[in-house]
C-alpha cells in the first residue's frame, strides 16, 4: 500500500513542502490577509504531516539501515552531494517535527497578531531547516541545514518575543554559532583524513567526500589524539545546541523571550538536534575517543539533571521551570547515549522523543495560561482546577509524563535509561534517579501551587476552560503520551537496527557480548586510554 | 625590441587606459559629457575589454606553460585573466552604483569616469605584470587615480581628509615596498619574478642580510594594500570619507587586485626557501587582521565605518587561503573573492540607496524598520550580511568554509580558529543592521530609500550572485580552478 513513496523522493517532497509553503506566502499573500495567511501556512504544516506519515508505515524495520534514499551530484570538486536518507532514529524525530509543526502552528493562531505574513514565512523555513538536518547524509549538506536553520529562530525570538527579545535572540545565535563553527572545523578534520590528510598526516587518500557513512566506515581508523580533538570540536557544537552543563546559559533566555510556538519548537526539536548528533556523527565515527572521554561526558549528564532539577525548583516563572527542566531531562538523554549500551541508547532516543511530546505540549499550556492572563508567575494562579478543569485534567496528565509515571511515555524512556546506565556504571544510574525525584518535587509542587487551593485572585475568576482549537493541538500529544507510555514496543522496532549499529560501532567487545549481560566495568569505558 | 605583436597580446589593458585618457580629454572640452553618457562610455569600454579578454584567452590557455611578453615583464596566465575578469567586473557594478550618486551631488562625471578607468586599467596591469617593476609601476597608476577618487567630494572636509590620509600613507608604503624591491634587486640582479627566485636562493645561500630585509619590507607595503593589520589605520577614514561608490570600488576591485600581486610575488617571486619565513610572518598578520577588524567593528555606529572595519576582517579570511600555499588555499582565496565581490558591492549600493547629501543616512539607526518602509530592500541587505557572516546558503559561507579548511588541511589550525571564532563574533555586529531593519521601529527621520534603477537592478544581481554562488559553486570552483598560480616547488 505504501510502496509508492519508494519511488518517489519522498524525503526531499517532505523537506520542501514547507520552504514552497513560505515561499507562495512571500509572493502571492499581502500583509494584511492575515487569517488567509494563518490558515494556509497551518494547511502546508499539516499537508507536510500527512505526507510524512507513510515514512513510519514504508519504513521496513529489517530493511536497510538507511532506506528512502537518494543521492545526486552537487559540488563535484570536493566531492559534496545532496544525499538524504533516514534510519529509524531520524524516521521518529521526522515524525516528531512535521507533528509539532501542525501544533505549533494552530497554536500561533490567537497568539501571534501582528507581522502574521513573516511570522509564518519564518516557521515554514524553520521547518525545512529542522528536517534537512535529520535527513542530511552528507556531512555538509547536514551543516548547511543546520545553519540556515538559525535564522529563522532568530527572527521568531526577536519579532515575536518577550520584552528581553533582543538579547535572548542574539544570544541564542551567538552561542550556537561558535559551536557550530568549531563543529564545521571538526568536519572538515574528518574529510581530509579521509582524502589526502592534514596537519602533516598522511590521510587515507580515499576519494574526499563527505558523505556520513564513509565517516562511519572509516572512523576507527583515525589515530587516537586527533579522535579526541575532533570529538572536542564537535562536542562543543552539540553539547550547546543540548544544551549540557556549563553550556546551558542561553537556554532559559531563548526560551522565556520567545513566543510559544518558539518554545514548542525549541524545546521539542531543535534541542534534540545536539543529542541527534552525538549519535549520529561523535558514538560511532570517533569510537575510541568517545570512550576515553566517557567518565566526562557521563559527569556533565549527571551535573545537568540534577543541576536543572534543582534551579527548576527555584523558578517563579512556569516558563522559565519548564525550561531549566529541559536542562534536566536532556540530561538524561545524553546519559543514555553516553551509557553506549543497547538499552541506553534505545531509552536516550525515545526520551528524545518524549521530551519533545511533553515539553512541548508544557510550553503550550504555558502559552494557553499566558494569552489569557498574561503573565507566567506561579504566584498569580492558585485554585485554577475550580475554573478550568480540562486544562487543570490535560496539564496533569502531561506533568505525570515528564516526571515518569508508569503507563506514560516519560516512564518507558527514563526507565531504560536508568538500566543502560547501571548497566554501564551502577552509581551512574543512582545519581541520574536522583532527577527523577527532584523532577517529581518540582513538578508536582508548581502543579499543587497553579491548580490546588483556594481561588484566590479575583483576576482568575473569570478565566476560560480551554477552546476546541487547544484541545485539538493538545489531544494528539495527550494520545501519544498515553500510546508511547502502553505500547513502547513498535518505537524500540523501528530503532533497533540503528542503535545495534552504533553500539556495535562504538563498542565491538560489549556489542560481542549482548547488552543485556553483567554489568561492563568501568575499565572497558577507557580501553582508549 | 619587442614587435608590435607582443605589444598588442596587452590589447585589454591597454584598450582600458585609452579610453580612460580619452574621456579624460574629452571632459577638457567645454563642460563635458553628462553624467549618463560618461556612464555610458565607461561601460561600453569595460564590455569592449571584457570581450578582448575573452577573445584572447583560448590562445594562451592551451599554450603549455604561462606566456611571457615584453621582455618577460608580463605574463599571459589563467590566474591575470581571472584577477582581470573580476576587476572588470567590479568597476562595471561601481559604475552602476555611482551613476546616482554623482547626480545627487551634483559633480562632473566624466573626469570620475576617466579615473575609474585609469584605476581599473593599472588593475589589469597589476593582474598580468611578472616583474617587481611593472608590478610597482602598475599599482601606483591605480593608487594615484584612486587618491584623487577617494577626495572627489572637493567641498567636504571629510573626503579631503580621506584623500589626504589615503595619498600620505599610501605614498609611504608605496615607498617602503620600493625601497624593498631595490634591496631585493641589489640581492638578486634582476626584478623579472623567475630571476628574481633563482637570484635570492643564490643569494640567500651566501648569508645575504639584503634577502630577509628587502621581502619583509616589501610584504609589508602588500599588506598595507590589502590593509592588514598592523597597515590597517588608512582604512577606516578612508572608507567613510571617500563617496560610498569610491569606497566600495576600494574595498572590492583595489583589494582584490592587490591581492593578485600579493598571491604571484609570493608564490613566484619568493623562492620555496623563504616559504616558510613569510608563512609565519603571514599567520600573524592574519590572526591579528582578523582579531582586531571583528573587534573594532563591533561598536561602530557609522555603517560605512563598520563596513570598512569587516572589509580590514575579511582580508584575514582571505591571508588564511594565503597562507595555506596548497591548491585549496588558493582557489578558496579566487573563490571568496569573487564572491565578497557581490557581497561587499550589494551592501555598499544598499547603503547608497539610503544615502542623502553625501553624508547622512549612515548610521545604523537610519535602518531602523526599513522591513516595513522596504521589504526588498531589506530583504537584499539581510542576504549580504547573512554572507559576511558566513551563513549558508551564500557564497560568503562557501568561501569561508574552504579558506578555513585550507588553514586546517595545510597544519594552520591555530590560525583557523581564530578565524571561526571570530567570524561567529562577526554576527553581533552584522546582525546589529538586521535588528535594526526588522527589530525595530521606523522613525520618523529614517530616510526612505531613492529610487534608482541601475541600483536596484545592482543590487538585485549582486544578491542573486551570492545565492548561485552558495547554493551551486561547482561552475565557478572550476574558473578558479582553472585559474591557479602553479605552487612554488617544494
Same mark, same amino acid.
Given at each position: 500500500m505504501f510502496d509508492w513513496v519508494h519511488s518517489v523522493p519522498i524525503l526531499s517532497i517532505v523537506a520542501y513542502v514547507p520552504l514552497a509553503g513560505a515561499l507562495i506566502v512571500i509572493f502571492f499573500l499581502k500583509n494584511d490577509q492575515g487569517s488567509a495567511i494563518r490558515k494556509f501556512a497551518t494547511g502546508v504544516a499539516a499537508l507536510d504531516f500527512l505526507i510524512s506519515l507513510p515514512l513510519w508505515f514504508a519504513f521496513k524495520s529489517g530493511g536497510d539501515l538507511f532506506q528512502f534514499r537518494e543521492s545526486h551530484s552537487w559540488i563535484q570538486s570536493i566531492g559534496v552531494k545532496y544525499e538524504m536518507g533516514i534510519d529509524g532514529i531520524a524516521l521518529l524525530l521526522i515524525l516528531l517535527t512535521t507533528l509539532l509543526g501542525v501544533l505549533a502552528f494552530l497554536s500561533s493562531w490567537s497568539a501571534i497578531r501582528e507581522r502574521e505574513k513573516e511570522y509564518y514565512v519564518f516557521m515554514l523555513l524553520l521547518q525545512t531547516g529542522m528536517l534537512g538536518v535529520f535527513m542530511a547524509m552528507d556531512f555538509f549538506l547536514f551543516y548547511v541545514f543546520w545553519e540556515v536553520m538559525l535564522v529563522p529562530m532568530y527572527f521568531l525570538i526577536g519579532i515575536w518575543g518577550g520584552p528581553r527579545k533582543l538579547y535572548a535572540a542574539i544570544k541564542f545565535f551567538l552561542y550556537t554559532l561558535v559551536g557550530s563553527v568549531l563543529m564545521l572545523l571538526g568536519i572538515l578534520a574528518l574529510y581530509f583524513y579521509n582524502a589526502g590528510g592534514l596537519l602533516g598526516r598522511p590521510g587515507l587518500g580515499n576519494d574526499p567526500t563527505f558523505s556520513i557513512l564513509q565517516f562511519h566506515e572509516i572512523g576507527h581508523l583515525i589515530p587516537h589524539d586527533l579522535q579526541i580533538w575532533i570529538f572536542l570540536a564537535f562536542f562543543v557544537g552539540f553539547a550547546i545546541k543540548v544544551p549540557m552543563f556549563p553550556f546551558h546559559t542561553w537556554l532559559p533566555d531563548a526560551h522565556v523571550e520567545a513566543p510559544t510556538a518558539g518554545s514548542v519548537i525549541l524545546a521539542g526539536v531543535l534541542l534534540k538536534m545536539g543529542t541527534y548528533g552525538f549519535v549520529r556523527f561523535s558514538l560511532p565515527i570517533l569510537p575510541d575517543a568517545t570512550r576515553t572521554l566517557l567518565p566526562w561526558m557521563a559527569g556533565l549528564s549527571i551535573i545537568g539533571i540534577v543541576y536543572g532539577a534543582l534551579v527548576a525548583m527555584a523558578q517563579k516563572d512556569m516558563k522559565k521551570l519548564v525550561a531549566y527542566s529541559s536542562v534536566s531531562h536532556l540530561g538524561f538523554v545524553t546519559l543514555g547515549l553516553f551509557a553506549l549500551n543497547g538499552p541506553g541508547i534505545n531509552g536516550g532516543v525515545l526520551q528524545m522523543i518524549n521530551h519533545g511530546l511533553s515539553t512541548g505540549a508544557l510550553f503550550l499550556l504555558v502559552g494557553i495560561i499566558y494569552e489569557r492572563r498574561h503573565t507566567r508567575l506561579i504566584?498569580?494562579? +492558585? +485554585?485554577l482546577s475550580a475554573v478550568m478543569p480540562v486544562y487543570a485534567t490535560i496539564f496533569l496528565i502531561i506533568t505525570m509524563s515528564s516526571i515518569g509515571l508508569?503507563?506514560?511515555?516519560g516512564f518507558v524512556g527514563e526507565f531504560t535509561i536508568l538500566a543502560g546506565a547501571f548497566n554501564r556504571v551502577w552509581w551512574w544510574a543512582l545519581l541520574g534517579s536522583l532527577g527523577i525525584v527532584l523532577g517529581a518535587a518540582y513538578m508536582l509542587w508548581m502543579y499543587q501551587r497553579v491548580f490546588f487551593g483556594p481561588l484566590t485572585n479575583p483576576e482568575n475568576k473569570g478565566l476560560k476552560d480551554l477552546t476546541r482549537r487547544e484541545i485539538a493541538y493538545l489531544a494528539p500529544i495527550v494520545l501519544l503520551c498515553f500510546v508511547i507510555g502502553l505500547v513502547p514496543g513498535p518505537f524500540f522496532k523501528v530503532m533497533e537496527k540503528s542503535v545495534n549499529y552504533v553500539v556495535a560501532k562504538v563498542d565491538p567487545m560489549l556489542a560481542a557480548s549482548a547488552s543485556s549481560t553483567a554489568a561492563a566495568p568501568i575499565s572497558s569505558g577507557r580501553t582508549g586510554e | 625590441m619587442p614587435s608590435l605583436q607582443e605589444y598588442l597580446q596587452l590589447a585589454p589593458e591597454i584598450l582600458l587606459a585609452t579610453a580612460g585618457l580619452l574621456l579624460l580629454l574629452i571632459g577638457t572640452v567645454g563642460r563635458g559629457l553628462g553624467n549618463r553618457e560618461s556612464a555610458l562610455v565607461t561601460m561600453v569600454s569595460l564590455a569592449l575589454t571584457a570581450g578582448l579578454l575573452f577573445k584572447m584567452y583560448p590562445a594562451y590557455h592551451d599554450a603549455a606553460g604561462p606566456v611571457l611578453i615584453l621582455q618577460r615583464s608580463f605574463v599571459l596566465d589563467g590566474f591575470a585573466f581571472f584577477w582581470q575578469l573580476l576587476v572588470l567586473v567590479a568597476t562595471a557594478l561601481t559604475v552602476l552604483l555611482s551613476v546616482r550618486f554623482l547626480e545627487e551631488g551634483n559633480y562632473r562625471a566624466t573626469e570620475y569616469y576617466s579615473l575609474i578607468l585609469l584605476a581599473s586599467s593599472g588593475m589589469l596591469f597589476m593582474a598580468s605584470g611578472y616583474s617587481l617593476l611593472t608590478i610597482w609601476i602598475s599599482l601606483e597608476t591605480m593608487a594615484l587615480a584612486s587618491y584623487i577618487l577617494a577626495g572627489y567630494f572637493k567641498h567636504h572636509v571629510r573626503s579631503n581628509e580621506a584623500a589626504l590620509k589615503y595619498f600620505v600613507l599610501g605614498a609611504l608604503s608605496s615607498g617602503i615596498m620600493l625601497y624593498g624591491i631595490s634591496l631585493l634587486y641589489g640581492a638578486a640582479g634582476s626584478v623579472q619574478l623567475d630571476e628574481l627566485r633563482l637570484g635570492l636562493e643564490r643569494a640567500s645561500a651566501a648569508g645575504s642580510m639584503l634577502v630577509p630585509l628587502g621581502w619583509i619590507l616589501l610584504a609589508c607595503g602588500l599588506f598595507f594594500k590589502v590593509s592588514a593589520v598592523p597597515f590597517h589605520v588608512w582604512t577606516p577614514d578612508v572608507y567613510v570619507g571617500a563617496p560610498t561608490p569610491v569606497t566600495a570600488y576600494l574595498a572590492v576591485a583595489s583589494k582584490a587586485a592587490s591581492f593578485a600581486i600579493l598571491l604571484r610575488i609570493f608564490y613566484q617571486g619568493f623562492g620555496s626557501h623563504l616559504q616558510s619565513d613569510w608563512q609565519h610572518i603571514v599567520a600573524v598578520v592574519a590572526a591579528a587582521t582578523m582579531i582586531w577588524g571583528n573587534l573594532a567593528a563591533l561598536t561602530q555606529e557609522n555603517v560605512k565605518r563598520m563596513l570598512a572595519y569587516s572589509s580590514i576582517a575579511h582580508a584575514g579570511y582571505v591571508l588564511l587561503g594565503v597562507l595555506a600555499v596548497s591548491e585549496i588555499g588558493l582557489w578558496a582565496v579566487l573563490f571568496y573573492l569573487l564572491a565578497y565581490t557581490f557581497i561587499t558591492m550589494g551592501a555598499f549600493a544598499t547603503v547608497i540607496l539610503l544615502e542623502r547629501k553625501e553624508y547622512a543616512g549612515e548610521t545604523c539607526a537610519d535602518y531602523a524598520g526599513l522591513a516595513q518602509r522596504s521589504r526588498f530592500l531589506a530583504a537584499m541587505m539581510l542576504v549580504f550580511l547573512l554572507a559576511l557572516t558566513g551563513i549558508p546558503p551564500t557564497g560568503g559561507f562557501f568561501g569561508k568554509v574552504y579558506l578555513f579548511a585550507a588553514a586546517v588541511q595545510a597544519g594552520w589550525t591555530w590560525v583557523a580558529v581564530i578565524g571561526v571564532l571570530t567570524s561567529a563574533i562577526s554576527l553581533y555586529y552584522y546582525f546589529r543592521i538586521v535588528v535594526y531593519m526588522y527589530l525595530r521601529e521606523s522613525t520618523q527621520a529614517a530616510p526612505a530609500p531613492l529610487r534608482a534603477p541601475a541600483l536596484v537592478g545592482a543590487i538585485a544581481f549582486c544578491a542573486i550572485a551570492t545565492l548561485v554562488l552558495g547554493l551551486y559553486p561547482e561552475p565557478f570552483i572550476q574558473l578558479t580552478k582553472a585559474s591557479l598560480l602553479p605552487l612554488p616547488l617544494p
Open positions: 504566584a498569580e494562579y +492558585g +485554585g508508569p503507563t506514560l511515555n | -
